[in-house]
């Protein structure tokens, strides 16, 4: 009995360590990647996505310290742009946004 224990923890432990490969390394792209983006708060937005990967725009707003709203839409519209989020819904208002590779990552067994 304690043989099939260790040897189905042994399995969910090496499946855990993959997955956490496989995020630090969509990561790690993604880093790269967004450099074409040319903005000082790229970097901090990408951070805000992989802890929400389903994000409001308030949320955004209260976790980068910008001055301008329109900053802060600039950047989702350029991440959007280079396909790293998508706007979900059809507010016009605290705007919805989904990091869909990270939630597959996630939902990948």
Do not use: W
């Not at 042994?10 to 990561?27: F, P, W």
């Not at 805000?48 to 519209?77: A, C, G, M, W």
């Not at 946004?97 to 067994?109: R, Y």
Request: proline fraction near 1%; aromatic fraction near 8%; hydrophobic fraction near 45%.
């Amino acid at each position: 009995m304690a043989e099939v224990f260790l040897i189905s923890l042994i399995e969910q432990s090496q499946k855990t360590q993959d997955k956490v490969i496989e995020i630090n390394t969509l990561y790690n792209n993604l880093k790269e990647k967004i450099i074409s983006v040319n903005s000082v708060y790229a970097t901090k937005l990408l951070d805000i996505i992989f802890t929400t990967p389903i994000v409001s725009f308030i949320h955004i707003k209260k976790r980068i310290d910008v001055k301008s709203n329109q900053t802060i839409y600039n950047l989702l519209e350029k991440f959007m742009k280079i396909g790293i989020l998508k706007e979900v819904g059809i507010k016009k208002r605290n705007r919805t946004f989904v990091f869909s590779q990270l939630l597959q990552v996630l939902k990948n067994e």
